[in-house]
């Protein structure tokens, strides 16, 4: 079976390569790849090279697949998985396996198992750690979208209370309490507001901060306070941009200034030391911080209070990425309609723009860039396929099945795209 992919040589060395994949074994699964969205991570990948800790030291003479929040179709099982999984079957991976304590994973470390790829050979360590999940919808894109939706879902998880005169840890965000997430307005945060409304466990108020008006405006179309109420949640969205002192003025909005003092859970996305000693200052007794934005820089620090720390009971955590059972719940809200994790999408492409989109990733505004890996076509922003449109009929009818859902991709954009986009030819 012959597969083309994105394979890691080195640093910025990325190589898009046409090669025969080796027969599988008894205990391995060939399958098709569909979808793959482009995380930060995989950029960090390419732009450490070997150094990367998940990144093999002998890359350069036996490169990886990049690529980790994928979706596609099981094509063949060998014998020891026959009776779990099937042809035709489609599938997610959580990429973090675990397994024997190696920090090795799918996208970073196999030489045939990747998310940038048409063809791949699934490894059996990815089976026994029960990585290899069935996906039961009928849009590839979400299967692909529940990694990063499962970071945010492991983000809600690892949050806690201990309830005063106890050393017990109640774990999950405060159930019917006040919530902040600063710095919301972005990709990860439209992830983090849909599931602080359409969860299991919600918050009875919630704001949303960001410093951009645009942005803020997106969000409240999408997640508007007239839905949130329906679930309720007193929602509100703040520039906080244009407000002298935000730590008064967002207190201040919150139901649960009189008896706790803030915001039992202050979610912050941005890796920006002003904002972490906003979310410290925000936080009522017993609240908790999740530090949810990942820095680039090993030295990065900020004040907090540990006066706090030792007499209101504040609480930090921080996550990165989550596991198995967080993918499992993400799998489920989607198939049950009551997320959409689309709101994260931004940009599509085809496989032959992979390269140039991830090592130029920082530099690329938007959310998820989210690429078919069968299919030939530039990235291109969803809100320019109707400037597009006006010279290329493509994208004039993927123009207009977005607008048809608000300006999101959808199942039927992906189902056009799939029919009508050129195929990839190596």
């Known amino acids: 079976m012959k597969t083309t992919a994105v394979r890691l040589y080195g640093k910025k060395d990325l190589r898009l390569e046409e090669f025969e994949l080796p027969a599988i074994k008894e205990d391995e699964i060939l399958a098709k790849i569909i979808s793959d969205s482009i995380c930060m991570s995989s950029y960090k990948a390419a732009a450490q090279g070997a150094d990367h800790k998940r990144v093999p030291d002998d890359v350069a003479e036996n490169p990886v697949m990049l690529g980790h929040e994928f979706c596609g179709e099981i094509v063949e099982v ?5 009776d779990k999984f099937k042809k035709g079957n489609r599938f997610s991976i959580q990429p973090a396996l675990n397994y024997q304590g190696s ?8 030489h045939y198992i990747g998310g940038n790829a048409t063809y791949i050979v699934i490894p059996n360590e990815v089976m026994e750690m029960d990585c290899l999940l069935e996906y039961g919808g009928s849009a590839f894109f979400m299967g692909s979208l529940a990694e990063p939706m499962s970071c945010i879902v492991g983000a809600f998880q690892a949050s806690y209370h201990v309830p005063q005169g106890t050393y017990e840890h109640d774990m999950g965000i405060r159930e019917g309490g006040a919530m902040a997430i600063l710095a919301g307005a972005g990709p990860m945060g439209l992830g983090t507001i849909d599931l602080a ?3 299991d466990r919600r918050p009875g108020f919630l704001v949303v901060t960001d410093i951009d008006d645009a942005r803020l405006q997106r969000a409240e179309q999408l997640f508007t306070v007239e839905d949130a109420k329906k679930y309720g949640v007193e929602l509100r969205y703040v520039n906080t941009g ?3 002192d935000p730590v008064s003025f967002l207190k201040k909005l919150s139901p649960a200034v009189e008896s706790v003092g803030g915001y039992d859970d202050v979610f912050v996305l941005a890796p920006v030391k002003p904002i972490i000693e906003q979310a410290d200052l925000l936080l009522a007794k017993d609240g908790c911080m999740n530090f949810f934005a990942g820095p680039t820089n090993t030295e990065f620090s900020a004040n907090i209070n540990f006066y706090d720390v030792h007499y209101a009971f504040h ?12 993918m499992r719940i993400s799998l489920k809200l989607m198939q049950e309609g009551r997320i959409t ?4 999408v931004t940009h599509v492409g085809g496989i032959d723009s992979i390269i140039d989109t991830t090592l130029r ?5 938007g959310g998820k860039k989210l690429m078919y890996t069968h299919k030939s076509c530039e990235l291109t922003a969803i809100d320019d396929f109707a400037e597009k449109g006006k010279t290329d009929p493509f994208f ?3 123009a207009e099945i977005c607008d048809r859902y608000n300006g999101l991709w959808s199942e039927e954009a992906e189902k056009y795209f799939l029919k009508n986009a050129p195929q990839y030819q190596a």
């Open 396 to 398: 004039k009818d993927l």
């Open 103 to 110: 920090l090795d994973a799918p996208g970073y470390s196999y």
């Open 242 to 244: 244009n407000i002298e």
């Open 361 to 365: 990733l920082p530099e690329i505004p």
């Open 197 to 199: 409304l359409h969860g």
């Open 315 to 326: 609480h930090i955590v921080g996550t990165s990425g989550g596991n198995t059972e967080d």
């Open 78 to 82: 060998g014998s020891k998985w026959a």
């Open 341 to 344: 994790p689309q709101v994260m």
